[in-house]
DNA sequence: AATTCGGGGGG
DNA sequence: CCCCCAGAATT
């Protein structure tokens, strides 16, 4: 653990020069950071870059500007905005979250914002210091990897890196302190390759001494990828189809092609059980699907049936990067061959 | 403490 | 192919 006194102003006058200008960042007269965008931005950023969260942030504001206008619009029509960005019970909590402000109030305090659907600990100190100055320190894949360099700690717990980071965190400027920690994150202290060159706590830093930066911390463990093969039957074309609402906890909320999963290798049975299911007739082949998400790889077997089922617009419903494949392959035009 | 939840960037 | 990303909720 590097000397807190000596660190935070070398990181500071660091951030000072080298912040990112980020839409979020807005500030308002007061100094202080808009809530309702931090809030936004912070959720819209767990486990997605800054890169991609950009693009999703100026559509969701352009959509739902206020809090006010987030409570009264649709969850359809936030899953619609969140649309390809993954991990949707962010968008579903974020709206139920907006609907308990929009009937109590915004909270103002850590505590309060913790109490919310989909705010954790690293979300709720980041309001609490970006918008409203409380001293809460902020703790994420940046933040852990900053610390465990610091000071040279392979395998850092959560525990150990909240509290590195509570002591650390600067009592004149949390806010600004979170940030800097994590843009130097993000942009000198990278997973992979650091800066240590350019980094203004190359001399109070374990890692750097160590001669190689790149092995603190230790990659985490990950679960097996769990292989899926399931049947889905396409019912009108690829612009109008028959879509059924996901439910459970894999896509939830979304629309998509109905589908049933196969078991036992046992794919005739899935199809008989989706014809079964929607009164469809004989099934005709369209193709097969392959969709990896982290922990996942899905084998999607889509066919084609009719059956008296109404249609809705495609594009209308927020729709899942599988279910855009498995369109696609009634919409995409047959790849032409070049003659000559 | 370990799993599960998407999708894509970058080595 | 691999790890990682401004994490949270559930088990």
């Given at each position: 653990m590097p000397d807190p006194a000596a660190v935070r102003p070398l990181l500071l006058s660091w951030f000072d020069r080298h912040a990112r200008a980020l839409?979020?960042?807005?500030?308002r007269p007061d100094g202080r950071r808009d809530p309702y965008r931090v809030w936004i931005s912070e959720v819209l950023l767990q486990q997605t870059q800054v890169a991609r969260g950009l693009v999703y942030f100026e559509r969701f504001l352009t959509a739902f500007p206020d809090v006010e206008r987030l409570a009264a619009a649709p969850e359809e029509a936030v899953l619609k905005a969140w649309e390809?960005?993954?991990?949707y019970a962010r968008a579903r909590n974020l709206h139920r979250a907006a609907r308990e402000m929009a009937a109590s109030g915004m909270p103002t305090t850590h505590q309060g914002w913790l109490a919310l659907p989909g705010v954790g600990p690293y979300t709720a100190a980041a309001v609490a210091s970006l918008?409203?100055?409380?001293?809460q320190a902020v703790m994420d894949g940046n933040v852990r990897r900053v610390l465990s360099r610091l000071s040279g700690v392979r395998e850092p717990t959560d525990r150990w890196a909240q509290q590195q980071a509570d002591v650390l965190l600067d009592p004149q400027r949390p806010g600004d302190w979170n940030e800097a920690l994590m843009d130097l994150g993000a942009t000198?202290?990278?997973?992979?390759?650091?800066?240590?060159?350019?980094?203004?706590l190359q001399t109070h830093c374990a890692a750097f001494a160590s001669g190689?930066?790149?092995?603190?911390p230790a990659p985490k463990k990950r679960a097996a990828v769990q292989v899926t093969v399931a049947v889905a039957l396409l019912i009108g074309d690829g612009e109008q189809a028959y879509l059924e609402q996901r439910t459970g906890t894999?896509?939830?909320g979304l629309w998509g092609l109905p589908l049933e999963e196969v078991r036992d290798v046992d794919v005739a049975g899935a199809l008989n059980r989706l014809q079964q299911r929607l009164n469809a007739t004989e099934a005709e082949w369209l193709g097969v699907v392959n969709h990896t998400m982290t922990h996942r790889q899905i084998q999607l077997r889509v066919y084609r049936a009719q059956a008296a089922k109404p249609l809705t617009a495609v594009g209308g419903r927020p729709l899942s990067r599988l279910d855009h494949k498995a369109l696609a392959l009634l919409a995409a035009p047959q790849p032409a061959l070049f003659a000559g």
């Open positions: 839409p979020w960042r807005l500030t390809g960005c993954g991990y918008a409203f100055g409380e001293r000198i202290c990278t997973p992979k390759s650091p800066r240590c060159a350019v980094c203004p190689d930066p790149a092995q603190y894999l896509l939830g």
